[in-house]
């Protein structure tokens, strides 16, 4: 099979060694995303809810550079540096995944990069 690099302007710059997703076969796997602007590259510190949406954002535009959406997602990961932050999460999160539901997990961590509340990494899956 071969690797494929997922790159777009539309979501922001890997900050570090990594690609923004890579395509194996029919599986799309993204890096986790925080809330940056793919424009200025500037995290966006807000409330854990403009920080979802920003995320989930990133996460769609990195899924359309491979003419995918959200709806391909099957499985996606969420950290929180605190869990406290689950419920305000989950009302943006529902917004994005009313219908096609992907599987979760949600882990609380120390910490993130740029200070963030929330990261989110997804896999999605590409019909041939």
């Known amino acids: 099979m071969n690797k494929r690099i997922i790159k777009t302007d539309q979501a922001p710059a890997a900050i570090g060694p990594y690609s923004q997703a890579v395509r194996i076969g029919n599986l799309l796997y993204t890096s986790g ?3 940056l602007d793919p424009r ?3 995290f966006l510190s807000g409330e854990i ?18 003419g995918l959406s959200l709806d391909n997602i099957v499985k996606t990961t969420v950290y929180l540096t605190d ?4 419920a305000r999460m989950n009302q943006i999160y529902e917004k994005y995944f ?17 200070g ?8 999605a899956f590409a019909i041939a």
């Open 33 to 35: 995303q925080i809330a």
């Open 40 to 42: 200025s590259g500037e």
């Open 49 to 66: 809810e403009q920080e979802t949406e920003r995320t989930l954002e990133n996460i769609s535009a990195i899924l359309k550079a491979d």
């Open 83 to 86: 869990l406290s932050y689950f």
């Open 98 to 114: 009313s219908e096609n539901k992907p599987a979760r997990a949600c882990v609380q961590v120390a910490a993130l990069p740029k």
């Open 116 to 123: 963030a509340k929330v990261e989110i990494e997804a896999i």
